[in-house]
């Protein structure tokens, strides 16, 4: 099991900026990727962006390229979410995912078996 807990979302105004955090507990050493989707009410959760656990094998969505950045810090068990030039259709509830173990699936497509609480990002136009 992993236990993953999100912070850093809040309230920020369109081109502002925020950073997301990811904290992972567990069975930390079995991690292979983790990601971060985003969800309205009512529509699906959509993949934002991912990292290896090892390497520095990155995968963005393209409304985000280009202003969000994932990064990871091992030591930490953490994986952060710097995002620039937010948008108001950013605004969205961000989940943090983590997959253990190997896959050949492309980090934006293969599945994550783990998902924290959800931390709100709301962005004013």
């Known amino acids: 099991q992993v236990q993953l807990v999100e912070s850093g979302g809040g309230l920020v105004q369109a081109g502002g900026s925020l950073r997301l955090s990811c904290a992972a507990s567990?069975?930390?050493?079995?991690?292979?990727?983790m990601a971060w989707f985003r969800q309205a009410p009512g529509k699906e959760r959509d993949f934002v962006a991912a990292?290896?656990?090892?390497?520095?094998?990155?995968s963005y969505a393209d409304s985000v390229k280009g202003r969000f950045t994932i990064s990871r810090d091992n030591a930490k068990n953490t994986v952060y979410l710097e995002m620039n030039s937010l948008l108001s259709e950013d605004t969205d509830i961000y989940y943090c995912?983590?997959?253990?173990?190997?896959?050949?699936?492309?980090?934006?497509?293969?599945?994550?078996?783990?998902w924290g609480q959800g931390t709100q990002v709301t962005v004013s136009s």
């Open positions: 990292v290896k656990w090892s390497g520095s094998s990155t």
């Open positions: 995912a983590a997959r253990l173990g190997y896959t050949a699936r492309p980090l934006g497509v293969m599945k994550y078996d783990f």
């Open positions: 567990g069975r930390t050493s079995s991690i292979y990727a």
